[in-house]
Structure formats: structure tokens, C-alpha cells
């Protein structure tokens, strides 16, 4: 019997959703054209030059960066700027000063580069973290262009944020190799290494391990006591750091107090709006400015009835997330890398004078663009089943999107070009921000712009009448203006306010000075000496001012103050020399110009009232020898033969010669005391004639 074979059916696979088939010689074009877009939108920040906002403190009169010793890396790494630890940042500065010295455009240029890599690291991480080319070049190029990434890149002092970052990106790249590459340890140890580098860069990098932690969740990586104590030194360096800041924050005064300005129920209110203002921020960058100020309040005492959405906004993105159904494990992803990293900048702990900040999104943004990139990377390919027409629009909107980031960035740089332009863009944007205001009076006081400066700190006084800098800064810009008793009421309301301030007294007394109130000058620098008896220039000050009531036995009390507790202050030598002279102490003030010659052999006035007091006591060599210093002196500093605008220089000549005659006639050196007397009537010296007159002819 012929036996029958069963035909076996063979299981057929189920059909798969076509999925294009992308080569890899497509990722480096893509990331080729990535970077080119971004440079050619930043590049007009090449051309700014640094601003009067943390770039004296952290670049210009950083003194930290222009060592790079090995004295000067130790005292780097030994000592805090500002309120800042961090010596990586400042010795890459101290590089970058080496190369360039204080170079603004250098600066600028040097934080393109970094941003450029940044943007390409942004992409690899991407493509590790979902296998994606399309969604890391999407991802890469919001990155990369958004608007609020201008504050990090155009403005010197900010270059923290991107170097913090580059090591940032680093450690969790290496970790994705950890993971990836069969744990093998050396990619552990690079993680943690360049986690340590971006630490020391910027403190905010504590965040990494939690990152690192939705990092293994991402994976679908099993909780286990592998997973967690490979993580514990991430843990202590986070723990350290983090202290470490919060103590120098406090030290500095940085650690701002709301409590005086809003309820608890306010500060909860304050904070949650953060991370909207953030989020909104990203999506449409619109009225972007580099000072937020904190949210006013009515005249009730509460918020703006918009603030008190915010939690309910969170609630609603959070049930928004939980109810996904499509790539939900991307969004969940992206909000809390988002989150994460933005926690410390929401105001739970009140950190700086601004609301918010764009250079705090540098990193964080990198969440909410992969979110981005995921959705139009699935609508690219039809993964929603949308009509032609509709995948059309919605590329179409995309490519919009990332035209007006790009259009929005390139004039967004220009905003940074000096600081008259970034702190008019503020008020522009916001015309109660008394800070903007402060910083214009600043820079333009800078430029002698003393009117417009006055002009700024009225803005202001207007708006802060108690903001004692924009007083104070108004009663010295109108002491240059020389409207004195302006001055003088500005700076009678700055002590109203700040009674125990020792310059306002210094001050005060000066503009006293120059109203002729010399017993009101008197008694502010006694004031002054009250508050600070090491103050050498409050005695210093009173002597002057007793000096012009005639004073001269105080006067020389207060300069021996001065004296001891300045040895090497020559002028006080000097004017305690011209007060002896007054009481006919000779030889007193002859001593006292000696010792101010040896402290500074480099002022005429020194040598000619030495001369002076030596023949008051019939030594006209010696008054000669120190006329012939001033001459050679003069000449030296090119003061003589000038034209008539050097009139304060002829004088001096001129007078040399003339009083150097009489001594020579004293001596009876008749040939050498007209040569004299004519060389200081050749200079323009109206007593010489007489003289030449009756002994010259």
C-alpha cells in the first residue's frame, strides 16, 4: 500500500509594516548639514564683543584665567570665583586667554565650536538611544538652531553651559556603550570620568545619575545590585558637589530669599510656572529676553490668575502622557530627561535674581526635541496612516518651524553685540526691569554718556526708589556733570537708607568740598573715621579739608593717620610737607618731601615745593638741584615747547626756570641766573621781565 505523505503547511510570518531601508552613508550628510545650518545661524555672534553682565567677573578681571602656570592651575583648582566652583571652566578660559588674550570675537568663536560639537554629540546620543538616524538628525537640528540656545552661545560668560554639556553628553554616551558593549567596565570608567569633568564645569551636572537611571529604565534594564552600586559613585560626586554649592551659594548671598515677597502656596504656584514658561518657551520663542524678572503681584497680594493654572497644566501633561498609546515610552523619556534636569532651576530653591533663564534649557531641551523628532520622524514615514495631503502639511509646518528658529536665532544673536543692545532688547521687552535700567546707567556712565546715564537710573529709582546702587551711581555720574547739589541730595537719600555706609560719607564730603561746605565735609569724614578708623582715605580727606579752613596743626594730626596706616603714601607725605610749610616747619616739610620723593621720584609737584621749603631756609643749591629735577623731569614727560593747549605744562617750566634765577641771583651767579630768567620769560613767565629788567641788562 502506497503510503500518503501529510503536507505539512508551513506557518507563514505575519506581515510586517514596511519600513524604509535607510544607509548609513546618509547619517554623516545629514549631520554634515546639521552642523553647516547652525553655524551659519550663529554666525553673526562672531562680531559681538563681551557686556557688563558677569563678563568683567568671570572673564575680564578674572585673573584666574590669565595664569596658566602651574602656580596658576593650582590656584585654579584652589580657590572659587564668584559664586561659582568651577576651575575646569575657568582653565579652559585661561587657554583660550593664552591663545587669544581678551579677544571678544576669539571667545565668541571658540563657544560656536564647542556648540557645534555639542550638536553633533546631541545626535549620537540620539542615535544610540533609539536607532534612529531620522529622529537624532531632527532632534540635533532643534538643538542646534532654537532660539533659546543663543543666551549659552553669544554670551561669553555662559560658555560654562556648553562645556558642562559637552562632558555631560559625553558620560552618557559612554554609558550607552556600557550598556550596549556587554558592561564592559572601561566604558563605565569613561562615563564617570567625564561626569567628574562636567561636575567641576557646572554644578547642575549632579542630575546625571538620575539620568543614567532613566537611562537603564529606557532599556528595560532589570533593577538589580549591579545596576545599582556601579552607580554610587555618580551618588557621592553628586552629593559633594551639590553641598559643596549650596554653601558657597549661600556665602555669596545667592541663595535668594522669597519669603518676604511670597507665601508658601505662592512659592509652590511660582515654581510650577517655571516649567511651563520653559515649555512654552521652547515650543513658540517668542518676547525672549536675557532677564526674566520674578512675577508680580496685585494689589490684594495674590498672582496674576495665570500663574495658578500652572499645576493644573502639569496634571493635564501628565494624564496627557499616562493615556498615550503611541511611542508613549519616547514621551515619558523625554519629559522627565526634560524634568530632571530642569528641577533645579524651577525656584524651589531660589537661586540669582531671574525668574527664569534660556541657558538654563541648554540640556534639558534635548527631552522635549526627541519628542519632536520621534513624531515627525513617524509622520515622515506614515506611521499614523495620515492622508497624503495631511503628511504633506505637517512636514510642510516642520520645515516652517525650523525656518523661523533659524531666522529667529540669527537676529537673536545680534542682540548680544554689546551691552547697550542686549539691556535695551530687556527694557524693550519689559519696562519695570529695574536691573536692565541699572546695567544701561552702567555702560553708558562706561562711555561718557553721563547724561543718558542719569537718565537710566531715574528708570530705575522710578521703579525701585530704595535700589540704593542707582542712587548712588546718579550722585557720582552728577558729581562729573559737576551739579553738585543734585549730588549732594542723592547722596543725603542714600544714607537716609544706608546709614552705615563709609564711602556715601567719603563721598558726601568730597561734593561738600566742592560747595565750599568744608565743616559739613569735616564732619561726613568723621563719620566715616566713626564707622572705619583703618579707613586712610576718611583721615586723609579731613586733613585736606582742614587744610583749606586753615587747620593746618588737625590737618597734620590726620595726615600722621594716614601715615600709619599707609607707610608708602607718598601724597600724604606730600600735603603734610605743605601744612608744616604753613607753620613755618621747614625743615619738618623738607623731611616729609624726601620721603615722598623716595616713594614716588616721578612728580614734579614733589621737587618744587621741596625747593620751595629749602630756600625758605637759605639753601638755594639745594632749591637749584631740585629745579633742575623738575626742568629734566618735564622735558622728559614732553611738557615743554608745546602748544598753548599745554599751558598747564609751560607754567610749570616756566616757573622752574623763574624761581631757579632767583636762586642763582642769591648766589650772586649773575651769568646763569639770566639765562634762566630769559628762558622762563621765553616760556611765557610775566614776573620774569622785571627781573630781567633790573639785574639783565
Known amino acids: 500500500m502506497k503510503q500518503q505523505h501529510k503536507h505539512i503547511k508551513t506557518p507563514q510570518a505575519k506581515p510586517q509594516p514596511k519600513v524604509a531601508i535607510v544607509k548609513r552613508n546618509y547619517v554623516l550628510p545629514a549631520l554634515a548639514a546639521i552642523l553647516v545650518i547652525t553655524a551659519i545661524v550663529f554666525s553673526p555672534c562672531l562680531s559681538n564683543g563681551f557686556v557688563n553682565w558677569d563678563d568683567p567677573v568671570y572673564i575680564l578681571n578674572n585673573n584666574l584665567i590669565k595664569d596658566l602656570s602651574w602656580k596658576g592651575i593650582k590656584l585654579i583648582f584652589s580657590n572659587f570665583n564668584s559664586d561659582n566652583y568651577a576651575p575646569l571652566t575657568d582653565l579652559i578660559s585661561a587657554v583660550q586667554y593664552k591663545i587669544s588674550g581678551l579677544n571678544p570675537g576669539a571667545f565668541h568663536f571658540g563657544s560656536l565650536v564647542v556648540h557645534l560639537l555639542n550638536v553633533g554629540l546631541v545626535f549620537l ?97 532589570k533593577v538589580n545590585k549591579k545596576a545599582i552600586f556601579e552607580k554610587i559613585p555618580f551618588f557621592i560626586i553628586s552629593f559633594v558637589i551639590g553641598i559643596l554649592t549650596l554653601l558657597i551659594k549661600h556665602q555669596y548671598g545667592n541663595l535668594k530669599d522669597l519669603s518676604p515677597f511670597y507665601t508658601i502656596f505662592q512659592r509652590i504656584i511660582v515654581s510650577s510656572s517655571t516649567i511651563i514658561l520653559y515649555i512654552f518657551k521652547l515650543l513658540i520663542p517668542v518676547e525672549l529676553t536675557a532677564f526674566y524678572t520674578y512675577p508680580s503681584k496685585l494689589s490684594n497680594g495674590s498672582l496674576y490668575f495665570g500663574y495658578y493654572l500652572s499645576p493644573l497644566i502639569i496634571l493635564i501633561i501628565t494624564y496627557g502622557i499616562i493615556r498615550l498609546r503611541r511611542f508613549k515610552k519616547e514621551v515619558v523619556f523625554g519629559f522627565l530627561f526634560f524634568s530632571l534636569n530642569i528641577i533645579f532651576f524651577l525656584q524651589i530653591i531660589p537661586i540669582g535674581g531671574t525668574f ?49 528658529f533659524a531666522f529667529a536665532t540669527w537676529n537673536r544673536n545680534k542682540v548680544w553685540k554689546d551691552t547697550i543692545t542686549l539691556w535695551t532688547d530687556v527694557v524693550n521687552k519689559n519696562s519695570l526691569n529695574e536691573t536692565a535700567y541699572y546695567n544701561l546707567g552702567d555702560e553708558k556712565y562706561k562711555n561718557k554718556d553721563f547724561k543718558g546715564a542719569i537718565t537710566d537710573y531715574d528708570e530705575v529709582i522710578k521703579i525701585n526708589n530704595q535700589n540704593v546702587g542707582a542712587i548712588f551711581n546718579r550722585a557720582g555720574t552728577k558729581f562729573v556733570l559737576n551739579d553738585y547739589r543734585a549730588a549732594l541730595l542723592d547722596y543725603d537719600k542714600f544714607i537716609q537708607i544706608k546709614p552705615l555706609d563709609v564711602k556715601a560719607y567719603l563721598n558726601r564730603g568730597i561734593t561738600k568740598e566742592k560747595l565750599n561746605d568744608y565743616t559739613g565735609a569735616i564732619a561726613d569724614y568723621s563719620e566715616a573715621i566713626r564707622l572705619n578708623p583703618k579707613d586712610s582715605d576718611a583721615f586723609y580727606n579731613r586733613a585736606t579739608a582742614r587744610i583749606f579752613i586753615k587747620d593746618y596743626f588737625e590737618a597734620i594730626q590726620d595726615y600722621n593717620q594716614v601715615i600709619k596706616l599707609n607707610p608708602k603714601h607718598d601724597d600724604a607725605y606730600y600735603n603734610r610737607g605743605n601744612a608744616k610749610i604753613q607753620i613755618n616747619d621747614f625743615k619738618g616739610a623738607i623731611n616729609d618731601y624726601d620721603v615722598a620723593i623716595s616713594l614716588n621720584p616721578q612728580k614734579t609737584r614733589f621737587f618744587e615745593n621741596r625747593a620751595l621749603a629749602k630756600f625758605r631756609v637759605n639753601n638755594f643749591e639745594g632749591a637749584i638741584s631740585d629745579y633742575n629735577e623738575v626742568i629734566a623731569l618735564s622735558l622728559k614727560m614732553g611738557e615743554a615747547y608745546f602748544s598753548k593747549i599745554h599751558d598747564f605744562h609751560y607754567t610749570k617750566m616756566d616757573d622752574a626756570y623763574y624761581n631757579k634765577g632767583l636762586c642763582e641771583l642769591w648766589l650772586q651767579r649773575m651769568k646763569e641766573a639770566c639765562e634762566d630768567l630769559r628762558k622762563a620769560k621765553e616760556l611765557g613767565n610775566g614776573l620774569a621781565n622785571e627781573v630781567l629788567e633790573e639785574f639783565c641788562l
Not at 143 to 154: K, L, N, T, W, Y
Not at 379 to 390: Q, T
Not at 395 to 403: E, G, K, P, R, T
Request: charged share 10%.
Open 125 to 221: 546620543f540620539i542615535q544610540l538611544l533609539c536607532g534612529r538616524w531620522e529622529v537624532a538628525t531632527i532632534t540635533a537640528l532643534f538643538f542646534g538652531i532654537h532660539p533659546m540656545q543663543v543666551e549659552s552661545v553669544a554670551w561669553a560668560s555662559a560658555r560654562s553651559n556648553l562645556f558642562y554639556a559637552t562632558f555631560f553628553l559625553g558620560s552618557l554616551i559612554s554609558y550607552f556603550y556600557y550598556l550596549k558593549r556587554n558592561h564592559e567596565f572601561k566604558y563605565l570608567f569613561i562615563s564617570l570620568l567625564l561626569f567628574g569633568f562636567s561636575i567641576i564645569t557646572k554644578a547642575i551636572a549632579i542630575v546625571l545619575p538620575l539620568v543614567l537611571i532613566l537611562i537603564d529604565n529606557y532599556e528595560g534594564r
Open 356 to 404: 527664569i533663564a534660556e541657558r538654563y534649557v541648554y540640556v534639558p531641551c534635548i527631552g522635549l526635541f526627541f519628542i519632536a523628532g520621534r513624531f515627525f520622524s513617524d509622520i515622515i514615514y506614515n506611521k499614523f496612516n495620515l492622508s497624503i495631503n495631511a503628511k504633506n502639511s505637517i512636514i510642510s509646518v516642520m520645515l516652517i518651524i525650523v525656518f523661523v
